[in-house]
């Protein structure tokens, strides 16, 4: 048998106990469910506010960041579907095989069935979710290594592939919309940098609409889940109402950058010379789009907005303290079967994030 096919080892204590912070952080985010749907164009989401500065992608601290994150991301996996609120929100949005598989280690992937428009025939969908981070591996926030990859700044976000087009990848589409814009170009400094930061662990959280708890219970139900807590009921069923009772789509007007973005990637842009091309050429191609979702005091392709400036779509913002560090800490696996390094003790980042609009 090969080594793959082998169970990985259970998640070390520390990881159990910093998604379980995690989930504390995700229930403290929102206290109000209607923030999910605050911004319908861009539902379930809020920017987060921190203070950070670019990072050169060749640059050890950038290598070192990615390196550490390899070693954790399986037992990551593990220990959010342990937790029993992140196994129902598992299950609503990745589905029993996906679960399956994050038992494992592995990212989630499952098939949908999906009827869109109705008269059309039931046809499957193959759904792939990547854990990717919050605020990017390509940012250093004053909270350093250990904010990075702690799992409150994880998400698992769908990043379907239909071919070359990665116009419904809602990563790619905040990354063109609202980070790219932000990081590109940015000063050598420590700058005002606003995040997508999604208000729950999965995204989108559901494959379908609920128009009521009861459907949303009775759905879980069918899945051998338990309920959800009310305040996570109330969060779901308001990104179900935010998007009007169907799965999430990426809007059709976000489309043309999202692909965009995800050419970034392609086989085409891997020279230095035609990467860095492509990047200014999205910048620019973004700037007017995105100052209309930005505050004044965000910096885009290089400039700062200004004080006059007002955005045009307001989505939620928050102000997580990210320069101070997490309750537990998730040291990188060694060789040893068990780490035997304790959890370090310190304030805690996210859960007191104040919240305007």
Same mark, same amino acid.
């Given at each position: 048998?090969?080594?793959?096919?082998?169970?990985?080892?259970?998640?070390?204590?520390?990881?159990?106990?910093?998604?379980?912070?995690?989930?504390?952080?995700?229930?403290?985010?929102?206290?109000?469910?209607?923030?999910?749907?605050?911004?319908?164009?861009?539902?379930?989401?809020?920017?987060?506010?921190?203070?950070?500065?670019?990072?050169?992608?060749?640059?050890?601290?950038?290598?070192?960041?990615?390196?550490?994150?390899?070693?954790?991301?399986?037992?990551?996996?593990?220990?959010?579907?342990?937790?029993?609120?992140?196994?129902?929100?598992?299950?609503?949005?990745?589905?029993?095989?996906?679960?399956? $598989?994050?038992?494992?280690?592995?990212?989630?992937?499952?098939?949908?069935?999906?009827?869109?428009?109705?008269?059309?025939?039931?046809?499957?969908?193959?759904?792939?979710? &990547?854990?990717?981070?919050?605020?990017?591996?390509?940012?250093?926030?004053?909270?350093?290594?250990?904010?990075? &990859?702690?799992?409150?700044?994880?998400?698992?976000?769908?990043?379907?592939?239909?071919?070359?087009?990665?116009?419904?990848?809602?990563?790619?589409?905040?990354?063109?919309?609202?980070?790219?814009?932000?990081?590109?170009?940015?000063?050598?400094? *420590?700058?005002?940098?606003?995040?997508?930061?999604?208000?729950?662990?999965?995204?989108?959280?559901?494959?379908?609409?609920?128009?009521?708890?009861?459907?949303?219970?009775?759905?879980?139900?069918?899945?051998?889940?338990?309920?959800?807590?009310?305040?996570?009921?109330?969060?779901?069923?308001?990104?179900?109402?935010?998007?009007?009772?169907?799965?999430?789509?990426?809007?059709?007007?976000?489309?043309?950058?999202?692909?965009?973005?995800?050419?970034?990637?392609?086989?085409?842009?891997?020279?230095?010379?035609?990467?860095?091309?492509?990047?200014?050429?999205?910048?620019?191609?973004?700037?007017?789009?995105?100052?209309?979702? $930005?505050?004044?005091?965000?910096?885009?392709?290089?400039?700062? $907005?200004?004080?006059?400036?007002?955005?045009? &779509?307001?989505?939620?913002?928050?102000?997580?303290?990210?320069?101070?560090?997490? *309750?537990?800490?998730?040291?990188?696996?060694?060789?040893?079967?068990?780490?035997?390094?304790?959890?370090?003790?310190?304030?805690?980042?996210?859960?007191?994030?104040?919240?305007?609009?």
């Amino acid at each position: 048998m090969s080594a793959k096919n082998h169970p990985p080892p259970p998640p070390r204590q520390e990881m159990i106990d910093a998604v379980a912070e995690a989930m504390r952080d995700f229930e403290a985010l929102a206290p109000d469910p209607g923030l999910v749907g605050a911004c319908p164009e861009l539902p379930g989401i809020v920017l987060d506010r921190v203070l950070g500065r670019p990072l050169d992608r060749g640059g050890e601290e950038y290598k070192s960041t990615i390196k550490e994150y390899d070693k954790i991301r399986e037992e990551y996996f593990q220990a959010l579907v342990s937790h029993p609120i992140g196994r129902t929100l598992a299950l609503l949005a990745v589905g029993p095989d996906g679960v399956k $598989l994050m038992e494992a280690g592995r990212s989630p992937s499952t098939v949908t069935d999906t009827t869109a428009p109705p008269e059309r025939a039931v046809r499957g969908r193959h759904v792939s979710f &990547n854990c990717h981070h919050v605020i990017p591996k390509s940012v250093a926030v004053s909270g350093g290594k250990t904010a990075i &990859n702690h799992p409150r700044n994880f998400v698992l976000a769908n990043t379907t592939r239909r071919g070359r087009d990665q116009s419904q990848n809602p990563h790619h589409c905040w990354h063109s919309l609202l980070l790219h814009p932000q990081t590109h170009n940015a000063p050598n400094a *420590e700058i005002p940098i606003y995040v997508v930061r999604p208000l729950f662990p999965f995204y989108p959280p559901i494959t379908q609409g609920f128009k009521s708890a009861e459907a949303l219970r009775e759905h879980l139900k069918n899945l051998g889940a338990p309920p959800l807590p009310e305040a996570w009921e109330n969060r779901i069923l308001a990104f179900s109402q935010a998007t009007g009772h169907r799965a999430y789509s990426v809007p059709k007007e976000f489309h043309e950058i999202t692909r965009a973005f995800g050419e970034l990637y392609s086989k085409a842009n891997r020279e230095e010379s035609a990467n860095v091309a492509a990047r200014d050429a999205l910048a620019r191609k973004v700037e007017s789009l995105a100052a209309q979702w $930005l505050p004044g005091d965000a910096y885009i392709n290089g400039r700062q $907005l200004g004080p006059d400036h007002v955005p045009k &779509n307001k989505l939620p913002i928050i102000d997580s303290n990210s320069d101070q560090a997490p *309750e537990t800490a998730v040291p990188a696996k060694t060789k040893r079967k068990r780490s035997q390094t304790r959890i370090a003790a310190g304030p805690k980042v996210g859960a007191g994030a104040a919240m305007k609009v």
